[in-house]
């Protein structure tokens, strides 16, 4: 079945940078776009950004262009997310979703989500 | 970047219907937002009920639906059942740049 499967939890020191993983399953990893969205502590979900796989090229909200970027390694069918330098402001659990295109609608859809990787930012 | 606005929270007697609404500060929201429904419970990841306004998942209960209402989307509830009880979530597109709302937290 298909799966996407993310990176255990983190904690990191404020000035270090921190990458999370997605692994994905089930499925031809290039044949799909990846979203990453995050959710801090009690707050509402955060749309980041989304990659390419088959390119790598990529797309993120201006708030992250700075200082997250996303990768791949189409080998071992992973996404990677970095972010330099986070603040405790970027405590929060990070999601990677699956766009899949449903034929029948025309419209494309996140069918498929990683469990997600709690990042802890603190000294 | 735009603003997307939902009830902070809203209640529904079980087997009662709601109706949850998605609003964009930059003006009528269309198909062309490909608006998003996403339910989250706690400690889950989000699982996505609607896509494209109306196009539903296989793990969608028939009880939701998607539609266009007064230039925003909405998510109706039709025969709430104890376990719809969650936050949900919209997600609108802006020309390849993606928002959420801020969330419904739905009490049953």
């Known amino acids: 079945q298909v799966q996407l499967l993310q990176s255990g939890a983190e904690v990191v020191k404020p000035g270090a940078s921190v990458t999370v993983s997605c692994k994905a399953s089930g499925y031809t990893f290039s044949d799909n776009y990846l979203h990453w969205v995050r959710q801090a502590p009690g707050q509402g979900l955060e749309w980041m950004g989304w990659?390419?796989?088959?390119?790598?090229?990529?797309n993120s909200a201006q708030k992250f262009q700075d200082w997250v970027s996303m990768t791949r390694d189409t080998s071992i069918s992973t996404a990677y997310l970095e972010l330099d330098k986070p603040t405790s402001d970027d405590t929060a659990v990070y999601f990677c979703?699956?766009?899949?295109?449903?034929?029948?609608?025309?419209?494309?859809?996140?069918?498929?989500w990683g469990q997600g990787t709690p990042v802890t930012v603190s000294s | 970047q735009a603003v997307v606005t939902q009830e902070p929270s809203l209640t529904v007697s079980p087997g009662g219907t709601v109706t949850l609404t998605c609003g964009s500060s930059t003006g009528p929201v269309t198909n062309s937002h490909s608006p998003y429904w996403f339910q989250q419970k706690p400690g889950l990841a989000p699982r996505t009920l609607i896509y494209g306004t109306i196009n539903k998942h296989s793990w969608t209960p028939a009880r939701f639906s998607g539609s266009l209402l007064g230039g925003k989307a909405a998510l109706t509830l039709s025969g709430a059942q104890p376990e719809d009880e969650a936050d949900y979530y919209c997600?609108?597109?802006?020309?390849?740049?993606?928002?959420f709302g801020g969330g419904t937290k739905l009490t049953v």
């Open positions: 997600l609108l597109s802006f020309t390849g740049d993606w928002v």
């Open positions: 990659i390419n796989p088959k390119s790598g090229a990529t």
């Open positions: 979703a699956r766009i899949q295109y449903d034929v029948l609608s025309g419209h494309y859809t996140m069918d498929v």
